[in-house]
């Protein structure tokens, strides 16, 4: 018999005080974004992790113009042939998802024929057809980013909130055009290994994204970690809150002035970035650079940088091994069809575009849409410089076109504050799947990316049983054994504040993470599959990883003790230190 969890709690629950009919209405291709009806419960939903924190009013725009119209249009144009792409239920400020199946056998037959037709032209101009997208992107952002917010009227702010607007639509149409295409290749490589005799689990340690945007924003860090120290600052990083970090470090003058230049060069360069997926509410590093400047802190206290060159090394030569071990059990002619799907694989590497791309879109193309929100909050005069933010789309568009005063917004903005931070502290205790939880999950996007495959809904199930366990199972992510004091976050706030040696614990992670990995032992996940980015970067530092543990965040607690197993897929919870 089925497990069902109720949606019931999240119907009865109104949503954001005051929120209107129209808020949740945007384009969609299949299935709008909306809230739970009973009708849902027959359905499987699972707890995003891309925004722990909940989202905005605002915020919630990204549920519409990347899930309800970017995977659903891109789904429809490749087509992907058992999905329509994914839909979304809001439960308070969290976003429960659940993928939209192809249900007839016709049209799923007939969908695989299109995509076995524009697979291959997208493989042979894949190089091209990316660099196309991302000049598109440019030149949005650069476009966007001349606009002086400082000077610009109200009806000036109305029009670039509103072209902001489309560039992030048009971003995540981009995102999903090209993510599926690549997760089909990827799955039909996976298929041909699987037909070879080759353990699936593998087939993602055979494709090394080498080093990406990311990986180079990191290595800046730490070379602005050397300069620190070099420039004798180790004392006032180690004696000041992470807070107050630019302060203290703008005021203390002598080698500080030096050091904060370069630290203001960085910024230009690669600071347009935000702790978080796809969010308005959260700032950019060159809004707030806390996150950067806790995170040199704490690097600081590592005592030696980390070497990336030998985690290279490593991970090359964990790769190697596994394609040499592979490739021992095929065939002559096995190898050579091995051979040539794998290079095929390399030369449009998912793991390298899904560390790539953050850089250009999840991380940053909700800014234009921030920065032209809070100058809107400055105009009329809001109480906080955040407050725009707590409106609905229409509701902004109304103040900045003059249709309506702010002034009628001020009490529901603060009474949707309240609302939120309800929620933010609900967070922890979220069901993490909601609605009729099947035996097994046949989504190959939900198992590689998301990682819900069969042990993750076993320990879902196990934990609505009760009791705690003291041994999870899950994805053996990247390989390698270590102990460690677990620090589990329910989210990127306070990541920066992470010590070197502990094992991050949380739902899982989002590329705002991964400096993080160059102080950790250990990474242990609810969700993430084999594509997902804790396994990517952890394969990348070497770091063990075990993604999909299902519910690592509330079997494990803060402060235990635990061993992490990265070839097995195992996390043992040892409990607290002495006790």
Same mark, same amino acid.
């Given at each position: ?23 949740? $209405? ?47 249009? =891109?789904?429809?144009?490749? &087509? ?17 998802? !659940? ?51 400082? #000077? @610009? ?5 109305? %029009?670039?909130?509103?072209? @902001? ?5 048009? *971003? ?27 353990? /699936? ?10 080093? #990406? ?12 970690? =050397? ?44 600071? $347009?970035? #935000? ?19 806790? !995170? ?40 050579? #069809? ?5 290079? *095929?694989?390399? !030369? ?23 920065? %032209?929100?809070? =100058? ?117 706030? @306070? ?14 992670? !989002? ?32 770091? /063990? ?31 607290? &230190?002495?006790?």
């Amino acid at each position: 018999m089925s497990v069902v969890v109720p949606v019931s709690e999240f119907i009865a629950d109104e949503g954001y005080p005051g929120m209107p009919p129209e808020a949740l $209405h945007a384009p969609f291709v299949v299935e709008p974004f909306g809230r739970f009806t009973q009708a849902d419960e027959q359905r499987f939903w699972f707890l995003d992790f891309h925004w722990p924190r909940g989202l905005t009013p605002m915020g919630l725009i990204w549920n519409q113009d990347g899930y309800s119209w970017g995977t659903q249009l =891109a789904a429809a144009q490749m &087509p992907l042939p058992r999905g329509h792409g994914i839909t979304q239920r809001l439960a308070g400020t969290h976003t429960y998802a !659940s993928a939209i199946p192809v249900e007839s056998p016709h049209e799923i037959q007939a969908r695989g024929e299109r995509l076995r037709a524009y697979l291959p032209r997208f493989l042979n101009d894949f190089d091209g057809f990316w660099q196309r997208r991302l000049d598109e992107i440019e030149g949005g952002w650069q476009h966007l980013s001349r606009t002086d917010t400082a #000077t @610009a009227s109200l009806t000036e702010l109305a %029009a670039m909130l509103r072209e @902001a607007r489309t560039f992030h639509r048009r *971003s995540f149409e981009i995102h999903f055009e090209v993510m599926y295409p690549l997760l089909a290749l990827y799955l039909g490589f996976r298929g041909l290994c699987t037909e070879l005799g080759i353990d /699936p689990a593998e087939v993602a340690r055979f494709l090394e994204p080498g080093d #990406t945007l990311i990986m180079q924003t990191d290595r800046e860090l730490w070379r602005l970690t =050397a300069a620190a120290r070099g420039a004798g600052l180790e004392s006032l990083f180690a004696r000041t809150e992470p807070e107050r970090l630019a302060a203290e470090l703008s005021a203390a003058g002598g080698s500080a002035i030096g050091w904060c230049a370069r630290f203001s060069e960085f910024l230009s360069a690669r600071g $347009h970035r #935000t702790e978080g997926t796809c969010d308005i509410a959260l700032p950019s590093w060159v809004e707030d650079p806390t996150p950067a400047l806790g !995170s040199i802190k704490t690097f600081l206290q590592q005592g030696t940088d980390h070497d990336f060159e030998a985690a290279a090394r490593v991970a090359a030569q964990r790769r190697d091994e596994a394609l040499d071990a592979a490739r021992s059990r095929l065939t002559r002619p096995e190898q050579n #069809t091995f051979d040539a799907a794998l290079a *095929s694989m390399q !030369s449009v590497n998912f793991a390298r575009w899904q560390d790539d791309h953050n850089v250009s879109i999840d991380l940053r193309v909700a800014l234009p849409m921030r920065w %032209a929100a809070l =100058a809107i909050a400055e105009r009329v005069g809001a109480d906080r410089r955040d407050d725009t933010l707590f409106l609905f789309w229409p509701e902004l568009l109304a103040v900045a076109d003059g249709e309506r005063d702010y002034d009628g917004f001020r009490s529901i903005v603060q009474a949707r504050r309240q609302y939120f931070e309800h929620w933010h502290e609900r967070r922890a205790s979220m069901p993490k799947v909601l609605g009729t939880i099947p035996d097994t999950v046949d989504d190959p996007i939900l198992i590689e990316i998301f990682g819900l495959n069969r042990q993750f809904l076993a320990a879902v199930e196990a934990t609505g049983r009760g009791g705690r366990l003291t041994t999870l199972s899950g994805i053996g992510a990247a390989s390698g054994r270590a102990r460690g004091i677990a620090r589990v976050l329910s989210d990127a706030d @306070a990541l920066h504040r992470l010590l070197p040696g502990e094992v991050l614990v949380c739902e899982s992670t !989002s590329p705002n993470w991964t400096p993080a990995f160059a102080k950790i032992a250990a990474c242990v996940c609810d969700g993430g599959g084999t594509l997902s980015h804790a396994a990517i970067v952890g394969r990348e530092y070497g770091v /063990p990883t075990v993604t999909a543990c299902g519910t690592a965040t509330l079997q494990i607690r803060d402060g235990d003790e635990v061993e992490v197993d990265g070839d097995l897929g195992t996390v043992h919870i040892l409990g607290r &230190p002495g006790g």
